[in-house]
């Protein structure tokens, strides 16, 4: 849906959450790869558009023709449906390998990320608090790659006001748009509680917005 004043305030956490896991911790340079694994979900779109900001070129897996049209529509150089395609080969047969991998998986597979990065990669993870998944180590650090991991709740607020410095100039600036599903008045809080409780059905499509 188009940009509203909203859209700040929509951004606060996924907005940080992106900006600390490509600038703090991946430390992401112009030019480099990024693959954003579920790229049409609320941080995914996000750090696809950062990255871009940033001059990465972002691949987006997806699920869906219409899902992978909006990552396309976000500026992903390149879309990959994940349930048919075979990530690491099209990687490598696209770019070579990418510099950072942004996992919004709960169970990530490390095989097939570690075979997608190149020398020196970093891969980032920001869910499955209780996931117990397979780790390759061979793979890992004979690629001498780095795994960071971190919560938002946890960083210094000077860090964060950085953050929301550089989201504030990037959307001025027309390069970052908020998923924005409906902005609603308070009155109507009770009918967004419940259509966020059935969030995992597809029932919202962004984030849901009070106008106060």
Known sequence: MPETSGGTAALAL???TSHLGLVEHAQLQPGETVLVNGGSGGVGSTVIQMARAIGATVIATTSGAEKME???A???NHVLDYRHDDVPK???ELTGGVDVWWETSRMPNFDAIFASMKLRGRVVLIAGRTSRVEFPVGAF???CLSLH???MFLTP???QRHAA???GEWLEAGKLHAKIDRVASLDDAAELHRLQEASDSGAIRGKLVVKM
Request: hydrophobic content about 45%; some cysteine; overall charge positive.
């Open 14 to 16: 996924v907005g940080i």
């Open 70 to 72: 909006y990552c396309r």
């Open 74 to 76: 976000l500026g992903a």
């Open 90 to 92: 099209r990687v490598a």
């Open 141 to 143: 650090y004979t690629k």
């Open 149 to 151: 991991g971190f919560a």
């Open 157 to 159: 607020a000077e860090v």
């Open 165 to 167: 410095e550089q989201i």
